[in-house]
């Protein structure tokens, strides 16, 4: 029960990397990035593939270079070309695919055995003791949730805030909006990639199908710790993806050992909450509109 | 201070909606001028302020702003030296956002600041002193999400972003147009104030036919993408809200027809 615990800790905070650039691009630019998916398998590809080769620790600032890089592919396309910017993520997504066969050595998936990982190289240590693996997990998420909020209240922070609300104001404080897209995008992705790239090591595996439905995933994080939280100000989002994410391991480890439902169902519920999630706004117009329509009617006594 | 020389605009060019919006117009302003500019539908009033604005190029002539060349900046670059307000307050402001983060922003059309830096005292202080001159209790509510804010405020506020730098130029389009009678006037009486203290150039849209007559020094009347009345000094000191339609009848033949027109308070 102890293990279960830990082992939903460890992924719930690593998985709110995701959640919380989730929260950039999609709460605070207001731009559904598509790229999430590809972009958390490139993460994890370059980190694994630098860890086999003996790098585990420059794999972590590479894999979030690469990521960013990604993000930047994508801001372009809807920024500077035109591309509507769902497809962009789209477009982008599906290039990955072939960048992360090639990061892998084109082979669908990667292992790392008997290397060391920025995990194992903190076991070894000692600190921590039996803990070290979620004393990571929680200092690397933490520590860049802590510099995203830190960044977003700084002037760049700001304009990058008032993108998503308002562009016409961000013109007029004669920031170009394109660039404030594409510094969040950028950033946004790097954190999907750190996201990846610590799951990379802490599995010690990667595959080419790994990322499949994680921009759900994350957007379910997201509002489930929103849902517990509320959503006002920035530093309630970042620590609503961090509680999200937990919560949500949480959820998973008590149907993966329940068996409530078969476990490959998941994907299933997961993207149901999430699309009831986002409808609920227009469901609850609805539900208010019928309601309205009756009363007249009764009214009416026809 | 503002030279504007022959441009003109055509939207939709070669299609069944083309509308030629500006026709080879040309407008000088002195620094410190305060103008105020009048006209039917379509006479193209906002789209003389959008084009000085840079919300889109023009087709021809060009525009000189404080001896700079920007007929080919771009709108964000242009906004460093240009102040804008529109007719619906909910335009200039980020509703999510606080009161001092929208100062903030509005702060970085100063050169100086490295993008890096975070709200400091000093700039506290400092919003919080333009603040109250507005009279409307902000000061207190700095750390508020602008979008729980009247109309009225959201415009002051805008107001006050637009010109916390000292503008070269400020764009009003019928700014006060939107809001309830006793928040346009609080609004007007502010920007007269504003602009009166920093001697800020403005053009300034209204439908207001007085207003058009007693706010600033001088007088436009637009009808078809040009300028036919140019109102100034004694003359326009002298000019009633009748004179004012009849020289438009005269100019251009026919009645000024505006939807939105205020012939008198």
Redo the contacts between chains.
């Keep these: 029960m102890l293990l279960i615990t830990q082992t939903a800790l460890e992924l719930g905070f690593l998985y709110a990397l995701v959640a919380m650039a989730l929260f950039l691009s999609y709460r605070i630019l207001d731009i559904a990035d598509l790229t999430t998916d590809g972009c958390f398998v490139l993460g994890a590809a370059v980190s694994v593939t630098l860890a086999g080769a003996g790098y585990p620790i420059l794999a972590i600032p590479a894999a979030m270079g690469a990521g960013a890089c990604a993000g930047f592919v994508t801001a372009f396309l809807q920024t500077r070309l035109g591309v509507p910017s769902i497809l962009a993520g789209i477009v982008t997504n599906t290039g990955l695919y072939t960048v992360n066969l090639m990061a892998m050595g084109w082979r669908s998936n990667a292992s790392l055995l008997r290397v060391d990982t920025i995990f194992t190289l903190l076991r070894d240590t000692g600190v921590g003791g039996g803990y070290s693996d979620l004393l990571l997990a929680a200092v690397v998420t933490l520590a860049a949730g802590g510099l995203l909020v830190?960044?977003l209240?700084?002037?760049?922070g700001?304009?990058i805030?008032?993108t998503g609300?308002?562009r016409?104001?961000?013109?007029?404080?004669?920031?170009?909006?394109t660039f404030t897209v594409t510094v969040g995008l950028c950033i946004s992705n790097a954190l999907t990639a750190l996201a990846g790239a610590m799951v990379g090591q802490y599995q010690k595996t990667v595959d080419i199908n790994s990322g499949t439905g994680i921009v759900v995933i994350g957007l379910a994080c997201l509002i489930i710790g929103e849902t517990v939280l509320g959503r006002?100000t920035v530093v309630k989002g970042v620590v609503a993806a961090v509680l999200g994410s937990i919560l949500y391991r949480f959820l998973y480890a008590v149907v993966f050992y329940t068996k409530v439902v078969p476990v490959d169902c998941l994907k299933l519920l997961t993207a149901a909450i999430v699309g009831l999630a986002i409808a609920a706004p227009s469901i609850r117009r609805w539900a208010a509109f019928q309601k309205r329509k009756l009363a007249a009617g009764r009214k009416g006594g026809t | 201070m503002l030279d504007v020389k022959s441009i003109s605009k055509t939207f939709h060019p070669g299609t069944a909606n083309e509308k030629k919006a500006l026709s080879g117009l040309s407008l000088h302003l002195e620094a410190g001028d305060f103008v105020t500019i009048i006209g039917s539908n379509g006479a193209g009033k906002s789209t003389l302020l959008n084009a000085v604005a840079g919300v889109f190029y023009v087709d021809a002539g060009s525009i000189v702003l404080g001896g700079r060349d920007i007929t080919f900046q771009p709108e964000h670059r242009r906004s460093r030296g240009i102040g804008r307000l529109f007719q619906d307050p909910l335009r200039g402001t980020a509703p999510s956002m606080t009161i001092e983060e929208n100062l903030a922003l509005a702060y970085l059309r100063s050169a100086k600041g490295n993008p890096f830096s975070r709200l400091s005292k000093k700039d506290r202080a400092f919003f919080r002193e333009r603040l109250a001159l507005l009279g409307m209790g902000l000061e207190d509510r700095m750390g508020q999400p602008v979008g729980l804010l009247s109309g009225g405020q959201r415009q002051a506020l805008t107001l006050l972003m637009a010109t916390l730098v000292p503008p070269q130029l400020l764009l009003l389009d019928e700014h006060t147009a939107a809001l309830d009678p006793a928040a346009a006037d609080k609004v007007l009486e502010l920007t007269q104030r504003i602009v009166a203290d920093g001697h800020i150039t403005c053009l300034m849209v209204t439908h207001n036919m007085s207003q058009a007559l007693t706010v600033g020094s001088r007088t436009l009347m637009m009808a078809d993408g040009g300028i036919v009345l140019d109102l100034s000094g004694p003359e326009r000191a002298a000019m009633t809200v009748d004179d004012l339609l009849r020289k438009f009848r005269e100019g251009t033949g026919r009645e000024l027809d505006n939807d939105r027109m205020l012939l008198s308070d």
């Design positions: 830190l960044f209240g700084t002037r760049l700001l304009s805030r008032a609300d308002n016409d104001m961000v013109r007029a404080s004669s920031v170009n909006p006002r």
